[in-house]
């Protein structure tokens, strides 16, 4: 679960956000909504989310602040936003993107995760970085070295460099580049994790 909500840096802002907000004031409209309409009646509920009735106290001003303010906000927002991308899309194509086509089942297809560290063990070609990055930076500590690498890799998908790039190609491109990196740090017992909160680093054996 963790390490699927930190992969969720590979997806477009706009679906970052329905994840991080958009889901949590789902809920809090549907509560609202809920305890409204057990309470004055499905119909009032609706007259009053709408703003065809007004509100008389308590638990119908929320309604109708909601029906007002919260709603309508939210859904001109995410309408802007995504008219503001599609125009900018028309005249702003990412070099990565060039020449290349999309088809549904590309776009249908649910985001990758976050690699585990121990998948790579059996791949000959990163045991030296394994070795390093657990043995050397973390002192043989799995847990705390997949914490730190899905971390690394997470903030990475938040930089400018990235915000272009199709999900897939975008999670594939800051593993690459985190790896190489964080394998340089654990050569000499750093990782980048461990000194932003001060955990004193590992000494190289």
Request: charged content about 20%; glycine content about 6%; overall charge positive.
């Amino acid at each position: 679960m963790r390490r699927a909500f930190r992969s969720r840096k590979a997806l477009s802002g706009l679906t970052q956000w329905v994840i991080d907000w958009g889901v949590l004031i789902l809920v809090v409209v549907a509560a609202v909504w809920l305890a409204a309409g057990f309470a004055w009646g499905w119909a009032h509920a609706y007259r009053v989310f709408t703003l065809i009735d007004s509100p008389v106290h308590g638990l119908p001003w929320a309604a109708s602040v909601i029906g007002w303010l919260l709603v309508p906000a939210i859904i001109g927002g995410v309408a802007g936003h995504v008219i503001a991308a599609r125009i900018r899309s028309v005249k702003e194509i990412s070099p990565n993107n060039l020449f290349k086509k999309r088809s549904w089942a590309d776009r249908r297809r649910l985001p990758s995760l976050i690699t585990k560290l121990g998948r790579l063990f059996h791949k000959s070609e990163q045991r030296q970085f394994l070795d390093a990055y657990v043995r050397i930076a973390h002192r043989g500590d799995w847990r705390e070295a997949q914490d730190h690498w899905e971390i690394v890799v997470r903030d990475t998908l938040c930089t400018a460099e990235f915000a272009d790039l199709d999900r897939t190609e975008a999670l594939r491109l800051a593993e690459s580049l985190c790896r190489e990196l964080a394998w340089l740090l654990a050569l000499s017992g750093r990782c980048l994790v461990c000194e932003a909160r001060h955990t004193p680093p590992a000494t190289t054996p």
